[in-house]
Every structure is written in C-alpha cells, then in structure tokens.
C-alpha cells in the first residue's frame, strides 16, 4: 500500500512538483502517486515559449501541460515576466534604444498569447517572478530590463495583460527570500502598493528556496502574518530543504545522516506552520520530485551534490517524507 503525500494533504492543500518533459517519464509513478499539481521547472519560461518576436514555440510545454490532464493534475504557470531565462530581443530594437511604447507592446502580446494558449489548463501564474532587489541598502524593485525599458510600473501592466488574457486565472507576484525580514517588507510595500492601486494581484508566491538552518521558523511565521495581512492568497511555490548554508561550498558523496535527520525535522516543523495556516494557503510545490533531479546539485556550486527533496536519488522516501506524513 502506497501511502500518498497528496491524498494525506486532501484536507490541507495541493501539494505540487516542478518536473521536466524527462521525469515525467523517468519518475512518473512518484509523479502520480504523490503529488496533485505540477510547475514545469523551465519549459513555460519565457526563453522556451517565445525565442524571438512573433515565435511561439510551445511543444514542450505542452507535453507538460498534457500531463498534467491526463492524470488530473493542476498546473501552475511559471513564469511570464521576469529578468532571467528571458531573451534579449525584448528589449532591442535593431540597434537603437527601445521604446516604453515597443516593450509594453511586446509584453502584452506575450502574456496575452502565452496565457491565452493554455487558458482553461493552468489555474494559476507566476506574473511576475523576483522584481525585488535583496540588499537593505538598494531601492524596492530590482534593476532589471523590464524596469530600464518601462519603468516602475512595468509590474501593473503585466498583472493588468494577465488579469485580461485569462480572467479566471489566479495571479500571483513570486519572489526568493521571502522570509528575510527586510526583504520580506520589500515584497510586502509592493505587493500593498499594487493592491491598493487596484491592481489585480491574487497572491504572493513564497519560493522556499530554504535550508536545513535558516529560515528560521518563527521567521517563516512572521511572513506568513505579513503578507496574510495583504488579504490574498498563499502559497509555497519552488520548496526545497538544501542541507547547505547557502555559502557553503562543502561536499559528500553521500548524505551524512546526521544532516538529513536535520532536515526530516525542518521539513517536520514548515509542514506543522502550514497546516496550521492552511486557510491561507491555497498550494505547496516542491522544486522538483527527487534528490537525484535537483537544481541546487549545480547551484550555487556546479556538481555539488544536494539532497534537498523528499524522495532519495531512488525516488525512496526519506525520513523527511515519513515526517511530513504522520501527523
Ligand atoms: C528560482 N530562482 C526560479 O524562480 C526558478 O524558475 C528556477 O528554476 C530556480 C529557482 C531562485 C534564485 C534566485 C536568485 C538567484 C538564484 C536563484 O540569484 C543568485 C545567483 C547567483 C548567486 C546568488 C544568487
């Protein structure tokens, strides 16, 4: 008998994966057994969907998204307007500077025909992913392409094209380091300045891109609460548990035990805060299915082996699966 993540979360809330047009095959049965909403890691990013002007290219991402209904599973849309995985033709204009005019012309039409594609098949979008710079010190919104070429207000047009494409569609703004408190004040002021200016934004998407020491959980907490207070929705967008401080270059082949018992608890602990909150959260995804797909085995260190999910490099569950499941 095969105990179920998504089915023990019924009460709670989607549990999600990013996956690939490979481990949709190669981990299909853990794909299917546990989880009931699917993000693709990179084929619905903006350099996939539309390499250049007026060229769509949506083949993989519709291996993804017939996936996900032929096992009735959800699917998140990741992600329409953001500075990385995004080519650079958006911002050019055969030589000479581009215009505001050019760039929210192009913008429209991508999410118009991007969100228009897969209408009825994705319930929700990460509209903007990351808009926020990380240091005290620098102004709210990142120095990015979009911010150069249209200025501070290029978020409200994209959830403003977004809202238009899909009306159905629940919109969210995603960012990392969503628990640092400054940061987390940053996101916060946006997101609340949007809002009350009537702009269409549903939710706040919390990557959790996390470790085995930080965020601490009271910080977790004090996020939640936060954004919460904003009125919109919740959820946990791109989960992973890395057994490393972020800076830390250290390596093993194989997962100390010691670490991984860590991690069983972090992950105990973010389950508990989550069920507790579940009113407010409307999904959690983790940023892949198992150990042996993850991203953080090459960032921030190139082959730096991790082991941040819930399934080991056999797509087994490891302590941290048995320890969000009994409760
Ligand atoms: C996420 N970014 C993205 O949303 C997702 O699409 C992608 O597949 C993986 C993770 C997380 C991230 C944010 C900033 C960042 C790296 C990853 O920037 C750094 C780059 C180098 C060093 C430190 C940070």
Known sequence: MIRKLHASYRDYFPIGAAVNTKTIQSHKETIINHFSSITAE???????FHPSEHVYNFEQGDIIADF???NNMLLRGHTLIWHNQTPDWFFTDQGKPVSRELVLKRMREHINTIMGHYIGRTYC???VNEAVSDKAADPCLRKTPWLDAIGEDYIEHAFKFAREADPNAVLFYNDYNECDPVKSQKIYSLV???IDGGVPVDGIGMQGHWDIYLPQIDNIKRAIELYA???VKLQITELDVSLFRF??????QEAPNELLEKQAEKYGKI??????YKDLFTGVTFWGVSDDTTWLSDFP???RKNWPLLFDDQQKPKMAFERIMNF
């Open 125 to 127: 979008w990460d509209v």
């Open 301 to 303: 260190f190139k082959g």
């Open 42 to 48: 990179n084929e619905m990013k903006p350099q996939y």
């Open 247 to 252: 800076e830390d270059g250290t390596s093993y």
């Open 192 to 194: 609340k300045s949007l």
């Open 271 to 276: 389950f508990e805060l989550l069920r507790e």
């Open 229 to 231: 207070s904003l009125g």
């Open 68 to 70: 996900a209904a032929e």
